[in-house]
């Protein structure tokens, strides 16, 4: 395996050692940061966690043995804060570029090059919906658990994910009457719109996953909701 770097955005990468059968051990060789060469065995059930994408790696001796079965894991940084406690910091991230890029830095251009379009993050989802105990209350239309969170920290009733969403967008997605009623009675923005103000309100949100006639989509409408 000659020495390579990953392409991006396999910036971090974890090797498993499952099983091996071989007549001497075959030597990953990593590049520190200063330049030494460094060579690590691994046996079953050993892991390895390296940063793939900046250091260069491989395994510069053929295989002496049978076989050798790893299991390769790759890693894109999202951005998220070490001490996570709300979606805050997307409002600072770039819109085109992707977190683990530095500004001005060598690789911008090939990055835009190769992405045209800019980075892509994940779509909302239940890995993301129970992050904060808001958002799950929320998207389950638990009003009672939204009042205790808000008597606990009322600010994470106005908390956003990676995509903008709010817990009103999730009650809204949820067809959630009474906990729309709840969140907007607490101050939470009506027409709050996702991505970066650039995206859809709790109304359309609610007309989109169920129908004009809906309790949800009703209500909204009654007290100013916007398309």
């Known amino acids: 395996l000659n020495p390579h770097a990953d392409r991006l955005p396999l910036v971090s990468s974890c090797i498993v050692n ?3 059968d071989i007549d001497e051990d075959w030597v990953l060789e990593v590049y520190d940061r200063e330049g030494n ?3 690590v065995t691994m046996a079953p059930g050993d892991m390895v966690l390296y940063e793939s994408g900046s250091l260069i790696h491989g395994r510069p001796f053929p295989l002496k043995g049978r076989y050798y079965a790893n299991i390769f894991i ?15 910091y997307v409002e600072d991230m770039d819109e ?4 683990y890029l530095l500004p001005e830095g060598p690789w911008l251009a090939e990055w835009r090059r190769r992405n045209p379009t800019g980075w892509h993050q994940a779509s909302p989802s239940a890995a993301h919906v129970d992050t904060l105990p808001a958002f799950e209350a929320a998207a389950q239309g638990d009003v009672e658990s939204l009042k205790q969170i808000a008597a606990e ?3 994470s009733l106005l908390a956003k994910d990676r995509n903008g969403w709010m817990p009103i967008h999730e009650a809204a997605r949820g067809g959630h009457k009474e906990a729309l009623e709840f969140l907007v009675q607490q101050g939470v923005p009506l027409n709050a719109r996702t991505h970066k103000n650039q995206g859809v309100t709790p109304l359309a949100i609610a007309i989109n996953a169920h129908s004009d006639d809906h309790d949800a989509v009703r209500y909204l409408k009654e007290v100013g909701a916007e398309l």
């Open 96 to 99: 085109f570029f992707p977190p």
């Open 74 to 88: 790759h890693f894109e940084p999202t951005g998220r804060p070490k001490n996570f406690e709300n979606y805050d």
């Open 153 to 155: 920290d009322a600010r």
């Open 18 to 20: 499952v099983a091996q």
């Open 37 to 39: 060469a460094v060579n």
